[in-house]
């Protein structure tokens, strides 16, 4: 456990030094990039779930609102509630330079890597509905646009014909 919580400090730290220079408060920035990579995260695997185990689900405005509450308030009260993070900072601070490139070097791919897979994830929830027929690609939502734009054809012709008009 101990370890794990290292590791979050870690990542907060790499955050930390990468948000200097930034209009907010380091300390700020780097728990917001904390929480949000949080919640990229659980969002990719709630997307898996879907795809992979029940593809029935569909979560809820509100199961996004929950985790990125959760995420954003577990990140503030364990870096910004009681300033946890500057002991281990001043600690990271202290580690070797080629510790610490190394530590970036981990830390920047495991960022990259859950936001391509987040992307991956939403590429699959779309190709499941494009062979599905199901959300945009459902035949009843095509056939609805093609009459709201025929709709909206109809009348930008007639206010060009108004305007030709002088009316």
Do not use: C
């Not at 609102?65 to 959760?70: D, E, K, M, R, T």
């Not at 959300?135 to 007639?158: A, F, M, W």
């Amino acid at each position: 456990m101990e370890k794990i919580k290292k590791a979050y400090y870690y990542f907060f730290y790499k955050l930390y030094k990468h948000s200097k220079g930034s209009i907010f408060p380091e300390d700020f920035t780097g728990s917001i990039f904390l929480g949000t990579l949080g919640i990229w995260f659980t969002i990719t695997l709630l997307n898996y779930y879907n795809i992979f185990i029940d593809k029935s689900i569909n979560f809820t405005k509100g199961v996004y609102i929950g985790i990125a509450v959760f995420f954003l308030l577990t990140s503030y009260i364990t870096i910004d509630y009681n300033n946890t993070w500057k002991k281990y900072n001043l600690e990271f601070d202290q580690l070797s330079k080629e510790k610490n490139k190394i530590g970036g070097i981990i830390v920047w791919s495991i960022i990259v890597l859950v936001i391509i897979n987040m992307i991956f994830s939403y590429y699959l929830l779309s190709e499941r509905a494009k062979s599905n027929h199901t959300g945009p690609y459902s035949r009843e939502y095509i056939e609805e646009q093609k009459i709201k734009d025929s709709l909206e054809n109809i009348r930008y012709k007639k206010r060009m014909e108004d305007i030709r008009q002088g009316k």
